[in-house]
């Protein structure tokens, strides 16, 4: 089993974490190791990295990815949220940095039983940790129409919400929405096609977004794993976050500035992007932005 994940800006990863030999990271959203990867092949396997991730899929392709290199690696299943208590687990009081990869792998876009991706067809799912009862298919089922239409604007940032969600409700009174391929019907009737055309993304992105974001309570983990991160890396180790919209990068940008110049140095004082030539070669790295702090 190989990882179909391309990791996203690499070098930048390395120069702005810094990891150094002898050292214990924390790679808190490990994926398909890729990241890992790339920091022991750097310090030739002289580092430990402990990766969790709460999808159990994507732990298997990483302890595939990982594995040759032994106890350097150790692979927990668990959310990102509860990072205090996965380090207490392991009896670490502090690491010397974290990296955190926000959102979703190629491994589980591209998975049609997933459920995240409108270009396939597959079961209204999207949970990243599959042991969780929630998933899309209920939302769209059990939420009231104002508060689907509140999700879709919130967290889809999507101009049509209301709309989108009035359309659910109609639906779902003769059909049940179960599939992606039923959600994507429902989303091409609400846009009128003169908005949809216009679109240059598709126009079941934020819809699908904002589900995604809500099933998995992404902004919420974030923001209380950026709460207690800080003190759980030692002085002058680093942490690094790149997110994928701005509803991310926003959290992680609001909590840096909270301890800029108390707990912790910005050393990103501008927001780091992909060249465009890894934009080229990967179109999926184009939305991503790296932040790094500094803990004094
Ligand atoms: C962009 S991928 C990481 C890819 C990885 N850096 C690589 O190079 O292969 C993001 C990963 O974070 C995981 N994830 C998202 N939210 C999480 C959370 N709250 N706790 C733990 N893992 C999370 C997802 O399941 C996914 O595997």
């Known amino acids: 089993m190989t990882s179909s994940h391309i990791p996203v800006m690499v070098q930048e990863v390395l120069c702005w974490l810094h990891p150094e030999e002898n050292s214990v990271y924390v790679d808190c959203t490990v994926g398909g190791g890729g990241h890992s990867k790339a920091i022991l092949e750097k310090l030739k396997g002289k580092i430990n990295i402990l990766g969790i991730d709460r999808d159990e899929e994507a732990l298997k392709i990483a302890r595939a990815e990982l594995g040759r290199y032994g106890e350097q690696v150790m692979l927990r299943q668990r959310n990102f949220r509860d990072l205090s208590v996965v380090l207490a687990e392991e009896g670490m009081e502090k690491v010397d940095g974290a990296f955190y990869d926000l959102g979703l792998s190629t491994i589980q876009l591209d998975d049609p039983r997933r459920g995240f991706s409108f270009r396939y067809d597959g079961p209204l799912d999207m949970r990243m940790d599959r042991s969780q009862s929630l998933t899309a ?4 089922r ?3 129409g104002e508060e689907l239409g509140d999700i879709f604007f919130r967290l889809g940032q999507e101009r049509w919400a209301k709309r989108v969600a009035q359309f659910v409700v109609q639906e779902r009174r003769v059909h049940p929405i179960e599939t992606t391929s039923d959600l994507v019907e429902v989303i091409r009737k609400a846009i009128p096609a003169r908005v949809r055309t ?3 993304i598709h126009f079941a992105t934020k819809i699908f977004q904002a589900l995604r974001i809500q099933v998995n309570h992404e ?3 974030i923001r209380e794993s950026l709460i207690c991160c800080f003190d759980l890396v030692r002085r002058q180790g680093r942490i ?7 509803l991310e990068d ?11 110049g108390t707990t912790i140095r ?10 465009q030539e890894e934009i080229r ?3 999926r790295a184009r939305s991503a932005r790296l932040r790094t702090a500094e803990v004094v």
């Open 250 to 260: 926003r959290i992680v940008k609001e909590e840096f500035k909270k301890r800029d």
């Open 281 to 283: 070669k990967n179109p």
């Open 142 to 144: 059990q939420l009231p």
């Open 240 to 246: 690094c976050f790149i997110s994928y919209h701005s």
């Open 198 to 200: 216009k679109r240059k």
């Open 266 to 275: 910005i050393l990103t004082k501008k927001v780091i992007k992909p060249s």
């Open 219 to 221: 902004l919420e983990n």
């Open 137 to 140: 298919a209920h939302l769209l």
